[in-house]
């Protein structure tokens, strides 16, 4: 497919994906049900009529998350509310899900604060030096995510089934082993590979950061998410984490490639 839609073919393809959008995510191999949520998250990043379209963009793609991983896992859940052993972890995030959770915390200047103090304790560090130093996260409290709907995708998608890992891993120091069911692991892999792939369609900057050092610089600074919207990169001063590796880029780029002729 290279040449544009014509408008018939944009009208059967908009309402393919309107069927598409409300359901889980289809994880076979045929890419049109993911290349639907794809056209649909540069729809919601270019929302002129939103006051966060980053917000809109990845609340879509969390809730597609969401709706896609099984609700009852073969082996159940070992996490509970209140359980928050592993928010001592270095979390990596794209720019939309950081403006995503800083649209949480406009009003709650204490929380910026211990943002801001944990990143000066945690920058630079390593993911074993990180787990080492059992800095919390900033964003709890009292045990409980305060951004639990806009945590970051990453943060969603990191479960537990066994308690006593979680324990070994991030009380004890142990070399970390935490099982996981199967489909978290590959709903979380498709979801951001349809996030980042919508972000290089859109023109946007789809590299990944520290959590503690995006939301810092970005809650530092007056109308950064129109500002990045708009192409200016007000997060030039945080060090963007690896480059995807080669597999993982070559699926963000093959979704891309699908998608372009459509958009
Ligand atoms: S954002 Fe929420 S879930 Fe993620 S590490 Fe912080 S407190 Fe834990």
Redesign the pocket.
Known sequence: MTDRLSRPERRALQRQDAEILPLPLSMGTDPRPAAAHVRHVIHLLRGVHSDSPCSDAVAHVTALFDRTVSPQPPTPLACRKGC?H??T?L?VLTAPEAFF?AAQLRKRPNTVAAIIEAHHRTQGLAINERLQSKVL????DDAI????AA??L??HA?VSTNLEACLATFERGEVPNIPMPADYVSVLYTCRILLLAALRLAGLNSSVYE?NAALAVILAQDNAEARWLAGEDVLASVPATAPPPPQFNDAIAKMAAFVAPTV
């Open positions: 928050s592993c928010c972890q979390v959770v996260c900033p964003l709890l995510c305060s951004i639990y945590r970051p990453g943060c990191f959590m």
